[in-house]
């Protein structure tokens, strides 16, 4: 008799072999490169392998730090916590933690190798409907434009030519590679394929701390600083459709790509290649100024130059919001080598920096009022009636954001 079970036990990740280019779930929308057959088994085993990772491996590294580790370290009068960069250099001696940061970084590497091999057979399918779609939106590209250091000094999150890599006029590449890895890289859990559960949190963030502004002068101009490839300016196009709504950041072939996916959805949105730390836009130009994800990968000195511009731009009695990821630089041992880790093996430079950096501080200092700090529950759809969930208690990276938000004052 077979002991085969009847059904295969389900796995969180299963993997749909059968997936065609027709029917693959991970398009959702017409930009979106496309997935062979083999192709769609890599990038399956990029989410299963990132998930047994850091879902099933990593939760073991933080009870063995926090306590046994720590607990031992002071014993002999030593803190864990303010040793973390040590602590982390010298777990790299320990097999079993070698083998799980090597393997972090291989599944990281691997992403970016499995989803560049899906974009450049795409590129020419992607490039006509770039051109079928050339009416909606716009993009300003600056050829003499520079990247900032902390952009270009290293390749952030390992993806292969960073933020700025561009191959000339007409280059969509890096937009397509970073658009088709986010679900893998989010594992799903930032809105699926769209990767707009940050822009739909943005604006009900707007919701429940500005709701009479909305109700009375909802934003007519909104600029989305670090759009990469509009993924979150989108949903604030979707969620305020009579704004005209500008994104801005380093990447020619970012921006080229963002303004093709927007207007293959059905979004005008005008692209600029452009500094967030200093635009070309007039004075008091924007109602809302966002930005998503974007100042953690700044530094010490542009955070506080992003929001003396934010002050500029706004319109005396506009809104500035900025979300965050949501980890601050807490007393647990394990998140800081975490983050530490992060900052050396995922190439993030500014990762702990901007846990430590008081962002509602440096709003207050760049002359904001009513500035909030706090923790936003995630959404997959904003809703202007929902009864205010802004908190200050911090949850887990993609259930709730940090959100640092003020009003620049009536003159
Ligand atoms: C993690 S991505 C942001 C993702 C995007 N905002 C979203 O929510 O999907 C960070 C982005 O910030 C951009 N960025 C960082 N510093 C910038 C600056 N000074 N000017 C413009 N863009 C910047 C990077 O180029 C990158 O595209």
Same mark, same amino acid.
Request: aromatic residues 8%; proline residues 6%.
């Given at each position: ?117 899906? %974009? $450049?057979?795409?590129?020419?399918? &992607?490039?006509?409907?770039? =051109?079928?779609? !050339?009416? +909606? *939106? ?109 994104? %801005? $950041?380093?990447?020619?072939?970012? &921006?080229?790509?963002?303004? =093709?996916?927007? !207007?293959? +959805? *059905? ?127 911090? *949850? ?16």
């Amino acid at each position: 008799m077979s002991t085969m079970p009847k059904t295969m036990p389900k796995t969180e990740f299963a993997t749909d072999l059968s997936v065609t280019q027709a029917g693959d779930p991970s398009r959702a929308h017409p930009m979106m490169p496309f997935t062979r057959h083999d192709e769609a088994a890599r990038h399956a085993h990029v989410v299963a392998f990132k998930n047994f990772l850091m879902r099933q491996l990593e939760p073991r590294w933080r009870t063995l730090i926090d306590e046994k580790v720590a607990p031992q370290m002071a014993q002999s009068g030593r803190d864990a916590a303010t040793e973390y960069r040590e602590l982390e250099k010298n777990l790299g001696t320990v097999p079993a933690y070698r083998a799980w940061q090597t393997l972090m970084v291989a599944a990281q590497d691997e992403m970016w190798r499995s989803v560049t091999e899906s %974009v $450049d057979h795409s590129l020419p399918e &992607l490039q006509r409907i770039e =051109a079928a779609n !050339a009416a +909606l *939106g716009s993009v300003r590209i600056n050829p003499e434009f520079k990247a900032p250091r902390y952009l270009t000094a290293v390749d952030i999150h390992r993806m292969p030519g960073g933020y700025h890599a561009d191959q000339g006029e007409g280059d969509l590449r890096q937009g397509a590679i970073f658009d088709k890895a986010a679900a893998l890289y989010h594992m799903g859990r930032n809105g699926g394929a769209m990767n707009d559960l940050r822009g739909h949190t943005i604006a009900q963030h707007f919701f429940d701390r500005f709701e009479s502004m909305n109700a009375e002068n909802p934003p007519k101009r909104i600029l989305d600083l670090g759009c990469t490839v509009g993924h979150s300016t989108v949903a604030l196009a979707q969620n305020f459709p009579h704004a005209e709504v500008h994104g %801005v $950041d380093v990447g020619a072939a970012l &921006l080229r790509y963002a303004r =093709a996916r927007s !207007a293959s +959805l *059905g979004v005008s949105i005008h692209y600029s290649q452009q500094s967030a730390e200093r635009t070309d836009f007039a004075d008091g130009y924007f109602d809302m100024v966002v930005s998503s994800a974007v100042l953690h990968e700044t530094s010490a000195k542009a955070a506080p130059a992003i929001m003396r511009e934010c002050w500029r731009l706004l319109r005396p009695g506009g809104v500035m919001i900025h979300l965050e990821v949501p980890l601050r630089f807490d007393a647990s041992a394990w998140n800081r080598v975490r983050g530490w880790f992060e900052s050396v093996h995922n190439n993030e430079p500014f990762w702990i920096g901007a846990q430590k950096t008081d962002f509602a501080g440096l709003a207050a200092q760049a002359g904001f009022a009513e500035v909030c700090a706090g923790y936003q529950p995630s959404v997959r759809q904003a809703d202007p009636t929902a009864i205010p969930r802004f908190t200050s208690t911090p *949850g887990p990276v993609h259930v709730v954001w940090y959100m640092i938000s003020g009003i620049k004052p009536q003159a």
